[in-house]
């Protein structure tokens, strides 16, 4: 019975051990962007050359991720954590330390790398820890909220540490909290992987995956600048598809691929991700309006703006621990439907915005949508650890990351190109349906600015709208699918 206690204990231990990894990981990528306008006036760069601190980091955690869920699951989860909490560092270290734009480049490129490495090897590691299948999503929906924390605590960490001690602080912060979950790792966290030995690395596989995710994501975040079918974005265009065909041809052969394309004839597998799919990119494009919205229209500043935010963050960590107790009570597809009916509402609310809302017209919609996410986000983790091999939990959990970061960059870049055509397109029509009986420049001026405001106003109601819609009808294809059972334990080498 003390043995059991103990083992209990430990496993709750091992829990709070990759929360502060998801945790560290997420709060960099929120807390650095606040940091962004200080970077840009030390290092006398534009504001379209310091958008390529959070593209380069983008880019590079999007391409790593497939590659360390492979490495965990080939020679040992634990490795592969500890190595991306030392790299983080190390990393951290030196993007406090850059001197000018290419080398904070360079070091948010290291630091990507070594912050990719936490999803897939963290979701393994619980799935291995927590064997037992309520057991296990309640644990997954527990650290699920992490990434709500880290919403959070970017704003409100960022802020005063920027206003107090310089942007470079908010590197140097990573430091404790990375040594105090290197130390909780080594402590707590029991070596883990595949019983299935491994012999044959894919690298061919990994280098043509990583650069056929680099030029999706990279034209997803350019070509809004570049225009969608400039030469940049077509060439991006052809390099996607040519690698997309290496990429599969290879995995096709090689004995031990590190994309396993057997996933993707399990239907259970393949609709979590479209439901994944079209549910980040109708979340993350309309949600990452709202910060802009605010300080744009309702004259919040970057402060306030991230106190919106904190109801919602709320809402998610109260959300998801109890999705997880769901499970083995109403069946998965049930639940993941009602939550994500439940984010579409929320987004719908916000299409009543206008100049004269006040934070609560923003919060609330914002805390209905992530409690809709929320209790639904440990069915989806629970579903792919349920369906898949038991070797590959952590190449499968990467592919659900994977597709959850491509359709957040996809949501975010196609609703920015869609609130700047409409609001062009807005302008035509409010002006064709306008008239001034005024000669005088001042009252020019305030009508023109009039149907521009409306005009941008309508634009963000429309992207709103459309948001909605795609999450509302995502919510159906979850209704297809049919899943036998799910697996309770799982047995996996422990050293």
Not at 45 to 68: M, Q
Not at 143 to 162: H, N, T
Not at 453 to 468: I, R, W
Request: glycine content about 8%; charged content about 10%.
């Amino acid at each position: 019975m003390e043995e059991e206690n103990k083992g209990s204990n430990l496993r709750w231990w091992i829990l709070l051990t990759v929360i502060i990894g998801t945790f560290l990981g997420r709060l960099d990528e929120t807390i650095v962007n606040l940091a962004l306008p200080k970077i840009i006036n030390d290092f006398g760069i534009t504001v379209s050359a310091a958008s390529w601190i959070a593209t380069a980091y983008i880019l590079a955690n999007t391409a790593f991720v497939p590659i360390w869920g492979k490495l965990g699951d080939t020679i040992g989860r634990k490795k592969v954590y500890l190595w991306g909490f030392s790299i983080f560092i190390f990393g951290s270290i030196l993007a406090g330390l850059s001197w000018n734009l290419p080398s904070m480049i360079t070091f948010r490129i290291i630091q990507s790398i070594a912050s990719s490495a936490d999803y897939p090897t963290a979701m393994a590691i619980l799935a291995v820890t927590f064997r037992h299948g309520k057991e296990r999503a309640q644990a997954l929906g527990i650290w699920s909220s992490s990434f709500a924390a880290a919403i959070v605590f970017g704003p409100l960490l960022g802020g005063p540490l920027i206003d107090n001690f310089g942007w470079r602080s908010v590197f140097m912060i990573n430091i404790p909290i990375g040594i105090l979950g290197m130390f909780m790792a080594v402590s707590f966290i029991n070596e883990s992987r595949s019983e299935v030995k491994t012999r044959f690395f894919d690298w061919w596989g990994a280098i043509t995956l990583g650069g056929m995710l680099s030029a999706l994501v990279l034209v997803l975040d350019q070509a809004s600048i570049w225009g969608w079918m400039s030469l940049n974005s077509s060439l991006c265009y052809l390099a996607i598809l040519v690698l997309l065909g290496v990429f599969l041809r290879i995995e096709q052969k090689v004995p031990e691929p590190i994309v396993d394309l057997k996933f993707f004839k399990i239907p259970a597998f393949v609709n979590v991700l479209v439901n994944n799919f079209i549910v980040f990119m109708g979340m993350m494009g309309g949600v990452f309006l709202i910060p802009i919205f605010a300080q744009t229209f309702l004259g919040f500043n970057a402060t306030q703006s991230g106190y919106l935010f904190i109801p919602m963050a709320a809402s998610l960590m109260l959300a998801a621990p109890i999705g997880g107790r769901l499970i083995g009570k109403v069946q998965s597809r049930f639940i993941i439907f009602a939550s994500t009916l439940t984010a579409a509402l929320g987004i719908f609310l916000l299409t009543g915005l206008d100049p004269k809302s006040g934070a609560l017209a923003i919060a609330i919609p914002l805390s209905i949508m992530a409690f809709g996410m929320g209790f639904g986000m440990a069915q989806r983790t629970n579903i792919v650890a349920s369906v898949v091999p038991q070797s590959e939990i952590g190449i499968a959990s990467s592919i659900l990351a994977l597709v959850r970061n491509i359709a957040g960059a996809f949501g975010i870049a196609i609703f920015a190109t869609i609130v700047t055509a409409r609001t062009k397109t807005n302008v035509s029509i409010i002006n064709s349906f306008s008239r001034l009986n005024s000669h005088i420049p001042l009252n020019i001026k305030t009508f023109i600015g009039l149907i521009e405001l409306k005009a941008q106003v309508s634009a963000y109601d429309y992207v709103f709208l459309t948001a909605a819609l795609i999450v509302f009808f995502g919510s159906f294809t979850i209704l297809f699918l049919k899943l036998k059972s799910e697996r309770t334990d799982i047995k996996v080498h422990v050293e």
